[in-house]
């Protein structure tokens, strides 16, 4: 990796301020300038996964892209298949296509902390058009939402809700997502020599803990035009994405802490948001946060041992869960491990099938039976 264990424990525990109004404000984002990263980008695919920086990943099958000056040459920085441009700070930054017709990419993270209702908030990004894009958009926003937004196409990125009908019918409805903040129609984001900002100010419902940035607009709503850096093996407009910030501008008093339960031994623990692809166990992106808090956890409790358990429904047979489960369970640890955390502090098992919490005859029994929980074994 990159950094020393040590050197991202303070960059992900550490405050990241910037002047709103003259007050010192955190900045909620976790890995704000993509330089935190799991390993090096090798390569950018039409039809990839974007893995290796922590703390974001793309929702769509739109194939989002990650570039580092440690990367390979298609996604290095600051020459990259795309063009030339060094990152706004620090050595990375992502990008996206952000309009090809209806074809979409994203970008999203998971937020520090869920936003307060009433507040003021001040949302920032900055954008480079990439040299080979030949189209320039106007219309890139920050989308804030309760839930985790997922889709299965490369679309425009729609939120989706299941309603039951009287006649015990599921309908899926889909709406349009408005971002809160968008660039202006009429201020085209064309420059591919250096960065601009793209900003604005909201004030939140209340709840919203997931960011997504991108093009929510229309081909035909999205003020294309061409540019004159363009490659016409390209279509659309492609964008360097760097340095978000997401800050309170009115959050002065004082928060009351949650009340926290006193751990004990033998409590056993849900990791609630670990993430697998089906049927594999490589941790996916949108584990971070939970395995922050559990590296915070450890780190505040240097005597604590835990064992982590995986757990599967009951669709396959019982070898194959059960070693499914056990890797699901080692990449836990072997990620907790590569943060610092003493492995003579850790155990892990796979159990498989054999302990369910929930009903296997039901698609959300299962799926409470798919999980990664701990087990505390001395305090």
Not at 275 to 284: G, V
Request: hydrophobic letters at 35%; glycine letters at 6%.
């Amino acid at each position: 990796m990159k950094y020393h264990w040590t050197t991202i424990i303070t960059l992900l525990l550490a405050f990241q301020c910037n002047h709103i109004y003259g007050q010192e404000a955190e900045n909620l984002i976790f890995n704000p300038s993509f330089e935190i990263h799991s390993m090096c980008p090798e390569r950018i695919d039409a039809l990839g996964i974007m893995r290796e920086v922590e703390a974001w990943w793309q929702p769509t099958k739109g194939s989002s892209d990650y570039y580092n000056a440690c990367g390979a040459r298609d996604c290095q920085v600051p020459r990259n298949k795309l063009g030339i441009q060094a990152a706004h700070s620090g050595d990375a930054y992502c990008g996206i296509y952000c309009s090809k017709e209806n074809y979409r990419e994203y970008l999203q993270t998971e937020l520090r902390s869920p936003l307060q209702a009433g507040k003021r908030y001040r949302v920032s990004f900055w954008v480079s058009l990439a040299d080979k894009s030949p189209h320039a958009v106007a219309t890139l926003g920050a989308f804030f939402s309760r839930e985790r937004l997922s889709d299965t196409t490369w679309n425009i990125l729609m939120q989706t809700e299941e309603v039951w009908q009287p006649d015990d019918r599921l309908q899926i409805i889909a709406k349009r997502c408005i971002p809160q903040v968008t660039n202006p129609f009429d201020n085209i984001l064309d420059n591919a020599q250096t960065w601009q900002e793209v900003s604005g100010e909201f004030t939140a419902k209340g709840g919203e803990q997931y960011l997504t940035i991108g093009n929510f607009n229309a081909f035909n709503q999205s003020h294309v035009v061409e540019s004159s850096n363009g490659n016409p093996v390209l279509q659309g407009a492609y964008y360097y994405i760097d340095d978000v910030s997401v800050t309170c501008a009115n959050c002065n008093e004082t928060i009351p802490a949650k009340e926290v339960a006193p751990l004990r031994k033998g409590q056993v623990i849900r990791l609630k948001k670990i993430m697998f692809d089906t049927d594999k166990s490589e941790l996916l992106p949108q584990s971070y946060k939970d395995l922050l808090d559990l590296i915070t956890l450890l780190n505040e409790h240097p005597t604590m041992r835990l064992e982590v358990r995986g757990h599967t429904d009951n669709q396959g047979t019982v070898e194959h869960n059960r070693v499914l489960s056990e890797s699901r369970a080692k990449a836990v640890v072997d990620y907790l491990i590569s943060h610092g955390i003493a492995a003579d502090r850790l155990e892990w098992h796979g159990y498989g099938k054999t302990l369910p919490i929930d009903s296997n005859d039901t698609p959300e029994g299962r799926q409470n039976n798919r999980r990664v929980e701990y087990q505390i074994l001395a305090l």
